[in-house]
Every structure is written in C-alpha cells, then in structure tokens.
C-alpha cells in the first residue's frame, strides 16, 4: 500500500466541508434540542416521499397487493403530513417514548444486578449502577421531555465536531491510500 498526496482543490473542499460541519456542529450546542426536532421533520419528509413512492407503485403498477400498497401508502403520507405539520409535537412523543424504554431498560438492568447470585463484585455492581443511572436519565427525560431532546442534540453535536475535526485534518495532511494493482507491480 502507497500513499499519494490528494489534488489540491480535494483537500480544499474537505477543509471547506469540515469547517461546515464544525460550524453546524457549533450551532447545534448552543440549540442542541432544535437539532432534534429538525431530524424529526427531516424524517417526516423522507416518509412522505416514501408513501408518495408507495402509492405510485400502487397505481401503475400491476401486482397482486397494489390495494395494500396504494392504502399503506396513503397511511404513510398521512402520517408523514403530521410529522412535517407538528415536529415539536412528535419530537416530544419520541421522546417520551424513549424516556419510556430507557426506565424499563433500567429497571431490567438493576432488577438482574440485584438478583445474580452468580456474578460477584464489580460486574454486578456495574450493573446495578447502570442499571440506577439509567432509571434516573428516564425519570429527568419524563419529567422534562427537553432534556431529552436537549440530550440527543448534544450527542449529534459531538458526533458532527469529532467528524468536522477529522475531515478538516485530512484536508489539511492531504494524503489518501492507495491499493496497488497487480498491474503496477
């Protein structure tokens, strides 16, 4: 394996491209809980094209199940209407349905750590205390939905930095691998 240096203008637009996301990734922290909402509404949109899809397939398709398709596609541009319509809404619906699973996740957690005879010392104790933390995440994120909206955002934020980081890095070295082939032996 070699390394070449990649062209200029590659390396400029992954310096301009991680600069971007860097920026997003800034914005995003000082509003983390509307970087939630806007994946909602971003996933509300895909849905939409995805229930058009569905009942264009249903229509001009010949199959057996173009009924089913064309009805489940209507279904899913309802639904998706709803979501564009509302995302602070069905943000806040997610959430609660998250905060939800966290609290029985937490209480399976804790409920095993406690009861497993077999398992000593700092393994079960992990558990439990995971097991506690996750039960206490739940209960702020029930109590207040925004926490957990503001929690979310914070994790795209550190995702995006970290990715924004490492682009802007290999823009800035401007090296790429290469497998060689057989041919260039």
């Known amino acids: 394996m070699s390394e070449l240096k990649s062209p ?3 390396r400029g637009v992954q310096i301009g491209l991680g600069a971007v996301a860097v920026i997003l990734s800034i914005f995003i922290l000082i509003n983390p809980a509307l970087a939630t909402e806007s994946i909602v509404w971003i996933a509300g949109i895909i849905l939409l094209i995805v229930g058009i899809e569905q009942v264009i397939l249903g229509l001009f398709v ?49 409920i095993h750590g406690w009861r497993d005879k077999l398992r000593r010392g700092w393994s079960r104790g992990f558990r439990i205390a995971v097991g506690a933390l996750e039960i206490g995440l739940s209960i702020a994120i029930l109590v207040s939905p925004n926490i957990g909206a503001t929690l979310v955002g914070i994790l795209i934020a550190i995702a995006l930095l970290i990715a924004g980081i490492q682009i802007i890095i290999a823009g800035i070295f401007g090296r790429r691998s290469l497998l060689r082939r ?4």
């Open 182 to 185: 057989a041919t260039d032996r």
């Open 62 to 110: 010949k199959q057996k199940s173009r009924f089913v398709s064309i009805g489940l596609g209507v279904l899913v541009i309802i639904l998706a209407s709803i979501i564009i319509a509302y995302p602070k809404g069905t943000t806040i619906i997610l959430i609660y349905l998250l905060g939800f699973a966290l609290l029985f996740n937490g209480a399976s957690r804790l």
């Open 8 to 10: 200029g203008w590659i």
